[in-house]
């Protein structure tokens, strides 16, 4: 009897996923304290200080989505920057800081349509220190410059400039809390080099190659919230300082690009921002003393969070289906699953879709997939997934996989594992998978195919499949394959198109044909699968002593094979001894059968036989069996045994 077996879901969560799901609120009101200290420390006797001042640079501007509800403070705000002065003459530490209780919203500035790429002059009036290199930013290295204009070649579309790049680091580069990277900003041209760096690195880089583009582009520092076990333990928080980046979008504005959130083109709640600069390394404060004898010792800048109130979740903008290409696949057969994601909003948005999936299914290549999708658009993604070939034979296996969002939106299938289940190379799902996943058009195509799901050996199997265009473009040199018959086709808006094959049924076993449509719009392809069915048969070997002692328990063991690509229906074998009968029942035979019979040696002659009939079905019910003989002889060990022996012969001659 076959077992079933559902296997758990190993999910792997994005260390920007919060836990208790704040980012998917429409608000947040939160408290943040600002504390700083310095000493002046005396250098000689006699030293003296007429004044000291300090200048917080982190100041949480007011924007659309981000307000001052209160301020509390000593120091007076001016310039975006919170001022702190004594002139008391004391030598002394210092202490200052503020408390500001914000109001976060989920708002975004909405890029709603093109913006042609590259940038005018007349649309950079007034940016151009936006577009220079720095210390930190170096736009002008060449090989940040070859980089960019890689991923820039070819597009005319802003947003889709700006997306590859942020795309591209996220993708390439490592974030590593390590000694190099938190000790001090390093370079974007290093960042590249080495692929590795935190928040404010992977934002040096995406400015500095945006920058050499002539896109205007800025780095902002601030606060955010994170799960990230190791960022908790570096700062002992799950409010962290953090670093983003804004690019100017003409007659828009600052839009925000958070490259190590995933977050393309907004930036959450959780996120606080206090300042934006040119570069990342421009100071927290800014000291000043006017003193003799006097130094100053800066201390440490403290930020901490406290979340007064949560708004009301949001509804995402983002649908997710999810088709798998096969839902029941043999052991160790590869596997394609397809993501598809709608954009519900009149702007453009992005998203990071990530593949969760039991750890009996390997996910090949990067797990996570950064989509950009144009207003209302739809767009499909895929995984290959490969199930594990050490699975255990008795078991029908049942694997859910769950496709989720960077705001933890999510869509869950399954497919089945059974032994004797067709399977698909690595290399035929590579050949399944769509190429280039920008033809978006591809979702108003509909590829339709009627054929018989099994078929015997020796007939053949009829083909038919349609394309139907149901989207508002009429296409031109579709290439239409069934199989490997392809035609050259037109097809107008809401018209239909159909071809047919005939394959034979030469060898039994599974067969899979790729029907496909692909023009420069256009790339569609499914798999179709039947099995060709030989007549089933079943094999019986068997285990057994040539001789036994009388009066000493054996055993007869029993080997039932399927020996047909078909599986044998309904098997019955029977054995029949010296005065009994034994029966077992398969109702389906995919896998071998080891059956055991305990024989009394008590019932024992001279020389005897089993008799073992086997009779199975297949699928349309015409039966089949086979019947063979074994001989097993008997060896006493004393006139009482030979006796009973021959006893059992007389019983035996009329059981």
């Known amino acids: 009897m076959k077992k079933y077996l559902i296997i758990g879901l190993l999910l792997l969560i994005p ?25 002046l420390m005396p250098t000689k006797s006699g030293a003296s ?19 001052i509800i209160q301020w509390n403070s000593l120091g007076e705000v001016k310039d975006n920057m919170v001022s702190f002065l004594w002139n008391d003459g004391k030598i002394e530490k210092k202490e200052f800081g503020y408390t500001a209780d914000i109001e976060t919203q989920n708002k975004r500035l909405a890029v709603k349509e093109k913006f042609t790429f590259p940038l005018r002059t007349e649309d950079l009036e007034g940016l151009e220190q936006y577009l220079e290199p720095t210390e930190t930013i170096d736009s002008d290295h060449p090989a940040v410059i070859a980089k960019a204009a890689e991923l820039a070649e070819g597009e005319d579309d802003l947003f889709k400039v700006v997306f590859n790049l942020a795309s591209w680091v996220e993708e390439n580069i490592d974030y590593d809390l390590n000694t190099v990277t938190s000790a001090a900003s390093q370079k974007g041209s290093w ?55 804004e690019v100017y979008f003409p007659d828009i504005g600052w839009v925000s690009f958070d490259v190590t959130f995933n977050q393309y083109g907004y930036i ?38 406290n979340i007064e109130k949560e708004g009301m979740p949001i509804t995402e903008e983002i649908l997710l289906e ?43 290549g990067r797990n996570r997939r950064n989509i950009l999708l144009h207003p209302k658009e739809v767009r499909e993604t895929f995984w290959i997934v490969k199930l594990s070939d050490e699975l255990q034979s008795q078991y029908l296996y049942t ?41 978006s058009y591809s979702r108003k195509i509909t590829l339709e195919c009627q054929y018989q799901k099994k078929i015997a050996a020796g007939s053949s199997n009829t083909i038919s499949c349609s394309i139907k265009n149901s989207g508002n473009t009429n296409l031109q040199d579709i290439a239409f394959c069934v199989g490997g018959v392809c035609e050259t086709i037109d097809l107008p808006i809401n018209q239909k198109s159909s071809s047919e094959i005939t394959l034979p049924g030469e060898e ?148």
Request: a negative charge; glycine letters at 6%.
């Open 399 to 439: 694997f859910p996989i769950k496709i989720y969002s960077e705001k933890n939106r999510s869509i869950e299938d399954s497919f089945t594992a059974e032994e004797g289940k067709n399977t698909y190379s690595k290399d035929e799902i590579e050949e399944l998978t769509v190429q280039d996943e920008e033809k």
């Open 15 to 39: 260390f920007s996923l919060a836990e208790s799901d704040l980012y998917s609120m429409d608000s947040l009101e939160l408290q943040l304290n600002v504390d700083g200290s310095f000493e």
């Open 508 to 655: 039994a076993g599974w067969e899979k044909i790729i029907v496909s449509a692909q023009n420069e719009l256009v790339e569609k392809k499914i798999s179709l699968e039947y099995a060709v069915l030989d007549n089933p048969k079943v094999k019986i070997e068997t285990i057994a002593p040539n001789k036994v002692d009388f009066g000493q328990q054996f055993d007869l063991q029993i080997r039932v094979e399927k020996s047909s690509f078909a599986p044998p229906q309904k098997v019955q074998v029977t054995v029949k001894g010296p005065r009994f009968s034994n029966e077992w029942k398969i109702e389906n035979l995919q896998n071998t059968e080891n059956l055991l019979l305990q024989v009394d040696g008590e019932i024992l002659s001279f020389s005897n036989t089993f008799t073992i009939t086997t009779s199975w079905e297949n699928e349309e019910g015409k039966s089949y069996s086979e019947r063979k003989e074994v001989t097993i002889a008997a060896v006493s060990n004393s006139f009482g045994e030979k006796l009973k022996m021959a006893s059992n012969w007389i019983l035996n001659l009329f059981s």
């Open 322 to 364: 999810q088709e798998i290409l096969s839902h029941e696949v043999g052991f160790g057969s590869y596997n394609l699953i397809k993501g598809i994601v709608k954009n519900t909003a009149d702007y453009y948005t992005a998203t990071s879709l990530n593949l969760a999936a039991p750890k009996e299914v390997e996910v090949i």
């Open 49 to 67: 200080v007429k004044e000291a001042s300090a200048n917080i640079l982190l100041y949480p501007q007011e924007s659309q989505r981000q307000k």
């Open 268 to 305: 959450d709640v959780t996120h606080i921002k206090l300042r934006d600069s040119f570069d990342p390394t421009e100071p927290a404060i800014k000291y000043k003393w006017l003193a003799d004898g006097v130094e100053l010792q800066k201390g440490k800048l403290d930020l901490e969070v």
């Open 191 to 245: 960042v590249l080099e080495n692929r590795q760096g935190v928040c404010d690195e992977m934002t040096s880089l995406f400015v500095a190659m945006a920058r050499s583009l002539g896109i205007p582009a800025r780095f902002v520092s601030g606060i955010s919230y994170t799960n990230s076990q190791e960022v908790v333990d570096a700062v002992g928080s799950n409010w962290a300082g953090h670093g983003w980046a």
